[in-house]
């Protein structure tokens, strides 16, 4: 099926979606030299139509989007680009151009904060208890206690998870995983890593076999 693009404008939209996270960056639209270049460069590269031209995302700020992958929907009018973003992607200096959530009565809330995948929210909200007090928050008391008290929660989380796999209920199992998740990003927290930089690490794993890549760890 060829692409659909607008007959009186000869675009069709672009969703440039963060391909680790899942986090839509932006929106923006693209003609067929736009993504041929796009393709050809593995930039983002979209058409202006307030200046009828062709610009390349981050050709002047340095914001770049990386590009590793573009699809088109069930109608072949729409693109997403999966992509690894450079620096922020909107260009207020936030991380995505979708921040202005609306409320009930849809009216536009005033609080600016992003519309995010539901791991990138909990990392958020971790990062924002570190600036409560150990006794209002569990969260502060085990960074307070550093890498021996968060390393003990884990392994105690990590035997209770194993136990419940064995032989447990499956809501005992996910409740068990939820546990270890949780103690495993705060352990990132603790030293300053971030959700993205793991499943970087992950994704990277998928190029080879497991067998393959535990034995480069040893080298």
């Known amino acids: 099926m060829d692409l659909t693009f607008d007959s009186?404008?000869?675009?069709?939209?672009?969703?440039?979606?963060d391909r680790l996270t899942g986090q839509?960056?932006?929106v923006a639209y693209m003609n067929r030299e736009a993504l041929e270049r796009t393709l050809r460069t593995g930039n983002a590269t979209f058409f202006s139509r307030s200046r009828n031209a062709l610009w390349?995302?981050?050709?002047?700020?340095?914001?770049?989007?990386?590009?590793?992958?573009v699809y088109a929907d069930c109608d072949a009018d729409t693109l997403v680009l999966l992509v690894d973003p450079e620096g922020p992607s909107c260009h207020t200096g936030r991380p995505s151009c979708f921040f202005r959530r609306l409320g009930p009565d849809g009216a536009v809330e005033s609080e600016a904060?992003?519309?995010?995948?539901?791991?990138?929210?909990l990392e958020?909200?971790?990062?924002?208890?570190?600036?409560?007090?150990?006794?209002?928050?569990?969260?502060?008391?085990?960074?307070?206690?550093?890498?021996?008290?968060i390393g003990k929660k884990m392994r105690e989380e990590a035997?209770?998870?194993?136990?419940?796999?064995?032989?447990?209920?499956?809501?005992?199992?996910?409740?068990?995983?939820?546990?270890?998740?949780?103690?495993?990003?705060?352990?990132?927290?603790?030293?300053?890593?971030?959700?993205?930089?793991?499943l970087a690490v992950l994704a990277d794993r998928t190029k080879q076999s497991g067998h393959a890549e535990k034995a480069s760890r040893h080298r």
């Not at 404008?9 to 969703?15: D, K, M, Q, R, S």
């Not at 995302?57 to 590793?68: D, F, P, Q, Y």
């Not at 958020?124 to 008290?149: H, V």
């Open 159 to 198: 035997d209770e998870y194993a136990r419940a796999l064995a032989s447990e209920s499956d809501q005992r199992v996910l409740d068990e995983a939820a546990d270890v998740v949780y103690h495993l990003l705060v352990g990132l927290r603790l030293r300053g890593l971030d959700v993205r930089a793991l």
């Open 24 to 26: 839509v960056r932006m």
């Open 124 to 149: 958020r909200i971790l990062r924002d208890r570190t600036t409560s007090t150990a006794e209002r928050s569990y969260t502060r008391s085990l960074l307070d206690g550093g890498a021996e008290k």
């Open 8 to 17: 009186q404008t000869g675009l069709l939209p672009a969703v440039a979606q």
């Open 113 to 121: 904060v992003e519309a995010e995948p539901f791991l990138q929210l």
């Open 56 to 69: 390349t995302k981050g050709e002047t700020s340095g914001h770049v989007l990386r590009v590793h992958a």
